[in-house]
C-alpha cells in the first residue's frame, strides 16, 4: 500500500490527515481486540507485508526487529506494540509501517491499517482528558470516530527514547543572548518541551510553556490585554512566538496566521518547527507570515535561530 501524498490542505485550516492503524491486544481474560491509533499521513512513505523475522539476541532495544530492504535503503523495523507495553498478537498479514521524519526512515510493526481521516485540529483532543491506559507521552491527541477512539502516537518520542543522545544534543553551546528574552513555546510532546527548555534556557530565555495551538493563543492575547491595560510594552511578556505544526485543538499554521493578522501581536516574529519540514510544509509556513522554520532534528540550533531574528531587530 502506498500513501498518497498529494491532496494539499489549505494553510491555516487547522486541518490533517490521519492514517489509522491498530494493534490487535490480548486482555487480561484471554480475549483480543484491537486498539486504534493514527499517525500523520505525511509521515508514512508506504505500508508493506510484514517478513517472518525475530528480534535479534543482541538488540540494545526490545522494540528493534531487525533491519529490511526498502528502495536500496536498509530500514530499522521496531515494534511498536512494545514501546506502548501492549501484549500485541501477531497473525500472518501484520504490517510494516514505514515512515519518514526527522531525517530518519523507520519502519514501524503494527497489525493492520485501516483507512485515512481528514480531521481538523480542533476534533483532536489533548489524551489529559481521557481515561487510557497507555501513557500520555506516548500518546499527543485522542480523536473521537464515534465508535471508536483514535490514539495519535508521539513518533518523535519513540526515536528520542531510543537514541539516548537526543537530549545531550538539545543544549545550546553559542553566543548568551545580549539580555533575558521572553519566548511563548507550544508544543504537545513533553519530549520536545524538555529538549527546547534546556536548549533556550540555556541562552538565557524566559519561557512560557503550553501544549497546544489554542493554549498558545489565549495566552497571547493574554499578554496582549494586560501589556494594554497596565500601558507596558508587548515585550514586558513575550518577545517571540516557538511553536511545533502539530498540535492538538489548533496547529502552528493557524497559529502564526491568527498571530500574524494582529495589529498588536503581529509584530512578533514566529518560527515553526515539525519533523519533515519539506518545500510544501515550508511554503506553507511562509504563507502565514512564519519567520522562519527549523525541522526537529535541528532543534539544538533553535536558540540561535530565535537571537538572530530578535537581535536583527531595530
Known amino acids: 500500500m502506498s500513501v498518497d501524498h498529494n491532496i494539499l490542505l489549505e494553510s491555516g485550516t487547522n486541518e490533517l490527515e490521519v ?28 505500508v508493506i507485508e ?8 543482541s538488540a540494545s532495544n526490545p522494540c528493534f526487529m531487525g533491519m529490511i530492504d526498502i528502495r536500496n535503503m536498509m530500514v530499522p523495523v521496531l515494534d511498536l506494540s512494545r514501546w ?32 485515512i481521516h481528514r480531521v481538523g485540529w480542533q476534533e483532536v483532543q489533548p489524551p489529559s482528558g481521557y481515561i487510557t491506559k497507555i501513557g500520555t ?6 480523536v473521537d470516530l464515534g465508535d471508536h477512539f483514535v490514539q495519535l502516537v508521539d513518533l518523535e518520542n ?7 543522545q537526543t537530549f545531550e544534543k538539545a543544549e545550546h553551546k553559542g553566543a548568551q543572548a545580549s ?13 520536545i518541551r524538555l529538549m527546547l527548555r534546556k536548549n533556550l534556557e540555556s541562552a538565557n530565555f524566559e519561557l512560557t510553556m503550553v501544549n497546544n495551538g489554542q493554549d498558545a493563543l489565549n495566552q497571547l492575547r493574554a499578554f496582549r490585554t494586560q501589556s494594554q491595560e ?20 489548533m496547529d502552528g499554521f493557524t497559529l502564526t496566521k491568527n498571530v500574524k493578522e494582529d495589529a498588536v501581536l503581529g509584530s512578533l516574529p514566529v518560527i515553526l518547527y515539525s519533523s519533515l519540514i519539506t518545500n ?35
Open 19 to 46: 492514517l489509522e492503524l491498530f494493534i490487535s491486544e490480548r486482555l487480561p481474560d484471554g480475549s483480543v481486540a484491537p486498539c486504534h491509533f493514527g499517525v500523520n499521513v505525511a509521515k508514512v512513505m508506504q
Open 50 to 57: 510484514a517478513p517472518k523475522f525475530a528480534a535479534p539476541e
Open 84 to 115: 506502548l507495553k501492549m501484549d500485541m498478537v501477531h497473525a500472518d498479514h501484520d504490517v510494516i509501517m514505514v515512515t519518514e521524519f526527522s531525517h530518519s526512515v523507520t519502519g514501524f510493526l503494527v497489525s493492520g491499517v485501516t483507512e
Open 137 to 142: 507521552n506516548c500518546i499527543v491527541g485522542m
Open 158 to 164: 519513540v526515536l528520542a527514547d531510543l537514541d539516548p
Open 179 to 191: 539580555r533575558s528574552y521572553k519566548a511563548l513555546v507550544a508544543d504537545d510532546s513533553a519530549t
Open 230 to 249: 497596565e500601558g507596558r510594552p508587548l515585550s514586558d511578556f513575550v518577545d517571540i512566538v516557538i511553536s511545533d505544526i502539530e498540535m492538538p485543538l
Open 280 to 314: 510544501e510544509l515550508r511554503h506553507k509556513g511562509d504563507s502565514v507570515g512564519a519567520d522562519d522554520q527549523i525541522s526537529k532534528p535541528d532543534l539544538d540550533m533553535m536558540a540561535q535561530r530565535a537571537l538572530e531574528l530578535l537581535e536583527k531587530r531595530p
